[in-house]
């Protein structure tokens, strides 16, 4: 059974960071970062393949970072020079076997945590 939780969500001022957490338990082979903001669809911003190779959308790249601490089983999320636009609730999830960028849909995600919201004021 494959748990995720996420931490480290907040409230921050335009151009500032914040790094979010995903705690893990189970066996996964990909995991990814998506993101939901008011009145849109989920999107894939970030995911990494337990073999370290990460891929970005368009909209992070540049800005934002995926890790992972395969000894503590957490995945990061480093978010730096944040914009409004950013405003969204945070979502960690996992899949059993490899990704790509292609496949950061959530369709093809099994696992996901509760979310951590992410609020960026002006």
Not at 20 to 30: P, Q, Y
Request: glycine share 12%.
């Amino acid at each position: 059974q494959v748990q995720l939780v996420e931490s480290g969500g907040g409230s921050v001022q335009s151009g500032g960071s914040l790094r979010l957490s995903c705690a893990t338990s189970g066996s996964v082979f990909c995991m990814a970062w998506f993101r939901q903001a008011s009145g849109k669809e989920r999107e894939g911003i970030a995911v990494i393949n337990i073999s370290g190779s990460p891929g970005y959308a368009d909209s992070v790249k540049g800005r934002f970072a995926i890790s992972q601490d395969v000894a503590k089983s957490t995945l990061y999320l480093q978010m730096n020079s944040l914009k409004p636009e950013d405003t969204a609730m945070y979502y960690c999830a996992a899949r059993a076997s490899p990704c790509a960028l292609h496949l950061l849909l959530p369709k093809y995600f099994g696992y996901w945590g509760q979310g951590t919201q992410v609020t960026v004021s002006a």
